[in-house]
């Protein structure tokens, strides 16, 4: 387990992508996050007092997490050099990276001398099984995108927090670093070797009885080059009766590439459907999910009712909006049994 | 590099296709294999003499090919047993299953004892890149399948060979362990961490100007519930020009699964394709190859052409039949240039 409560460590980036760890930390458990250590140079915050590491010690910090992501999750050489300044301050550090802490020789041989532990969350669980695409008992949720970065986690930790409020047995499955370090559990579905990215989640969302929900947060996009291949995995092992499509009406460029758009929502959400259907032959779209942040209130409302309109589907910006048009139309849709019912409106 | 010549190790294999690593090897470079290790029990045989280890020792042997295949590629302890003793007796051992050689105490303490080289075939490259998706110079061909284990790398080994003997330059690039095995060199791509799998194709098969082809060696099935998503990243990471379909007209159901059956040819053609567009849009089939080792030749001969008539396409099964029906077609829908073809013709 690792050390709470966190600093988190922004460094100087400068792309609010960039940190979508700390702040998806900073948002969703705000209980366990101190501060957050950024340089001069960094123009973006948190929100969170500003600390340097010997002040987070003395707040009764213990972990610096380094809440950085960028495309390839190498670990910057003065990333490095602030990390080995933070154990000799009296912290172990977290990270999310595909580099290892444990492979950086500095980070190594500080942990060794002072005792600071070193928590890669992207180690991929050990004993992984093949998937088998068989059909096993429960009900499932996946968030899709048509990129990377466009509010899958967000989604679905929106979703959780909703359907729990009304009383529904529910869990969030995280399947990124992010989503772990906040669940606290889950699979780091991006390092897990090639043949094993399905049955990762066939082990991540097993047999559920209590006709409550598992929230499985998607990675990736089946139209990034890159990263089709986790999220083709990531549809099979699911299984989802229910898939939500997250989108970011703001970009024009897929995440990290520079010579290629997102693709046509209605194609991408088709393509999704017809990939699940290998292994969930009744999958349905239950919802769209909009990242409005780069809109003003009343486009963002109106978008929203047109893409609504278009697709005859609930639409809305889960983080701004809520998600609750979503939710209705899952509990219409996949109605509880009158066990769950009795249990979500005690 | 790996030292020859090799044992070829077959235990108390009982599955045909279990032994795929070892057969190739003996199919593909018979002037490396010296020989077949295998117990009373083994019903299979590769037809060369079998040997115990003190007697391969004694004919030359360097290293013990560990040349089976299990889903999921762990080791038996059996397997285990004899490899260790097979180090006892002067043998290297190498290996492509997922368990590592240097993973089980018992043979890296013989390995340290006697100083022979455990030599793990599945550990993929350090340093990989993520994709990128565009479109590189140079002429790709990949193999795809129907399901797992249908002739993908026989079919890219085959199309190699007579395309070399035709005086064209072209390369097979080896996705698998027994391919690795064969040339020599290759990235094993079921054990690629999951966010490299199209980064680690494109680093693979890299921009060549010389009108030559590189011939890549496919891998799972978009339609097998398990490996969907390393087919998935090997298409785009491949951006084909052209592509071949396996296909074993005996499978009655999808590899190591019950409760699959394997999807028609001209769905799973319709999404091969579909897949690939998105970073090579002109991709075309070019051709159907079908393992046809269950049927009789005449049986055999008439399911290819009528293959053959039903898609438009050549059919044939590449190591019974030869592939000239397919390089004819490809050379026709992609014609060297006036420079290739003088160095085709030499």
């Known amino acids: 387990m690792i050390a709470t409560p966190y600093l988190l460590y922004l460094g100087h980036a400068d792309d609010e992508i960039g940190i979508k760890t700390a702040r998806g930390l900073a948002v969703f458990r ?59 301050a009296g912290l172990d550090i977290a990270s999310g990276l595909h580099q290892r802490l444990k492979d950086e020789p500095l980070l190594a041989e500080t942990a060794a001398r002072t005792g600071r532990l070193l928590h890669d969350v992207r180690d991929p669980p050990p004993g992984l099984p093949t998937g088998t695409g068989s059909k096993r008992p429960g009900k499932r949720l996946l968030t899709v995108g048509t990129d990377c970065s466009v509010g899958k986690m967000y989604t679905t930790l929106c979703l959780q927090r909703a359907m729990a409020k009304r009383g529904i047995a529910c869990d969030f499955r995280a399947t990124g670093q992010t989503g772990i370090l906040i669940a606290g559990s889950g699979v780091p579905l991006d390092a897990v070797p090639a043949d094993f990215i399905a049955g990762a989640i066939e082990q991540l969302s097993p047999t559920r009885h209590d006709d409550g929900w598992d929230l499985i947060e998607g990675q990736g996009s089946l139209f990034h080059p890159a990263f089709a291949g986790v999220s083709t995995g990531l549809l099979h092992g699911a ?50 999910a909009l990242n409005t942040s780069s809109l003003e209130e009343t486009e963002a409302l109106a978008l929203c009712r047109r893409m609504a309109d278009a697709f005859g589907l609930p639409c809305t910006d889960p983080f701004r909006m809520g998600v609750e048009p979503i939710l209705d139309r899952l509990l219409v849709e996949y109605p509880l049994s009158v066990a769950a019912l009795a249990g979500a409106t005690r």
Chains 1, 2 share one sequence.
């Open 30 to 88: 705000p209980e366990i996050c101190l501060g957050e250590f950024r340089d001069d140079a960094c123009p973006l915050t948190l929100g969170l007092p500003r600390l340097s590491f010997a002040e987070a010690v003395t707040a009764g910090a213990r972990t610096l997490v380094l809440g950085i992501a960028n495309s390839g999750g190498m670990l910057d050489p003065a990333v490095v050099r602030d990390a080995a300044r933070a154990m000799e």
């Open 239 to 288: 299984q989802p009766d229910a898939i939500v499509m997250c989108h970011d009406p703001s970009r024009r460029l897929m995440r990290g590439l520079s010579d290629r758009e997102p693709p046509n929502l209605a194609t991408c959400l088709a393509a999704n459907l017809a990939v699940a259907r290998l292994t969930s032959p009744a999958v349905r779209a239950i919802g769209l």
